[in-house]
Protein backbone atom coordinates (compact mmCIF):
# COMPACT_ATOMS: atom_id res chain seq x y z
CA UNK A 1 0.00 0.00 0.00
CA UNK A 2 1.37 3.49 -0.83
CA UNK A 3 0.70 6.95 0.99
CA UNK A 4 -1.68 9.34 -1.05
CA UNK A 5 0.21 12.12 0.39
CA UNK A 6 3.83 11.30 -0.60
CA UNK A 7 3.67 7.63 -2.24
CA UNK A 8 5.57 6.44 0.77
CA UNK A 9 5.25 2.73 2.43
CA UNK A 10 2.36 2.44 4.29
CA UNK A 11 2.76 -0.19 7.10
CA UNK A 12 -0.15 -1.68 9.37
CA UNK A 13 -0.12 -0.77 12.33
CA UNK A 14 -2.04 -0.90 15.37
CA UNK A 15 -3.21 2.56 16.31
CA UNK A 16 -4.42 3.18 20.28
CA UNK A 17 -6.28 6.01 21.60
CA UNK A 18 -4.27 6.57 25.48
CA UNK A 19 -7.17 9.57 26.09
CA UNK A 20 -10.29 7.08 25.73
CA UNK A 21 -11.96 9.61 23.50
CA UNK A 22 -13.37 6.69 21.10
CA UNK A 23 -15.23 4.06 22.07
CA UNK A 24 -12.51 1.19 21.11
CA UNK A 25 -8.70 2.13 22.32
CA UNK A 26 -7.25 0.51 19.39
CA UNK A 27 -7.96 -0.22 16.00
CA UNK A 28 -5.72 -1.74 13.22
CA UNK A 29 -4.52 1.15 10.38
CA UNK A 30 -1.56 1.96 8.40
CA UNK A 31 1.35 4.51 9.03
CA UNK A 32 3.67 5.85 5.88
CA UNK A 33 7.15 5.46 7.01
CA UNK A 34 8.10 8.32 5.51
CA UNK A 35 5.74 11.01 6.09
CA UNK A 36 4.26 9.30 9.13
CA UNK A 37 0.74 9.87 8.18
CA UNK A 38 -2.14 7.85 9.57
CA UNK A 39 -4.87 6.03 7.57
CA UNK A 40 -7.94 3.67 9.25
CA UNK A 41 -11.27 2.41 8.38
CA UNK A 42 -12.87 5.94 9.45
CA UNK A 43 -10.52 8.04 8.08
CA UNK A 44 -11.09 6.36 5.06
CA UNK A 45 -14.01 6.20 5.21
CA UNK A 46 -14.88 9.94 6.00
CA UNK A 47 -12.70 10.84 3.03
CA UNK A 48 -14.81 8.86 0.64
CA UNK A 49 -17.96 10.36 2.38
CA UNK A 50 -16.27 14.15 1.84
CA UNK A 51 -15.60 13.28 -1.94
CA UNK A 52 -18.81 12.09 -2.74
CA UNK A 53 -20.10 15.38 -1.45
CA UNK A 54 -18.05 17.73 -3.76
CA UNK A 55 -19.43 19.12 -6.75
CA UNK A 56 -16.49 19.06 -9.74
CA UNK A 57 -15.62 22.82 -11.01
CA UNK A 58 -14.78 22.75 -14.73
CA UNK A 59 -13.31 25.62 -16.41
CA UNK A 60 -14.25 26.79 -19.99
CA UNK A 61 -11.28 28.51 -20.39
CA UNK A 62 -7.86 29.33 -18.76
CA UNK A 63 -7.86 32.11 -16.18
CA UNK A 64 -5.31 34.48 -17.03
CA UNK A 65 -4.96 37.72 -15.15
CA UNK A 66 -5.12 40.65 -15.86
CA UNK A 67 -2.15 43.12 -16.43
CA UNK A 68 -2.24 46.64 -15.37
CA UNK A 69 -0.13 49.37 -17.30
CA UNK A 70 0.57 52.95 -15.47
Known amino acids: ?3 ERCN ?3 VREQICDLQGR ?3 LCVDGYRCL ?3 DLVDAM ?8 LNGVE ?3 RTRPRIPQ ?3 A
Do not use: E, K, P, Y
Open 1 to 3: MTC
Open 8 to 10: GLM
Open 22 to 24: SSS
Open 34 to 36: LCG
Open 43 to 50: ILDNRQRS
Open 56 to 58: TFN
Open 67 to 69: VVT
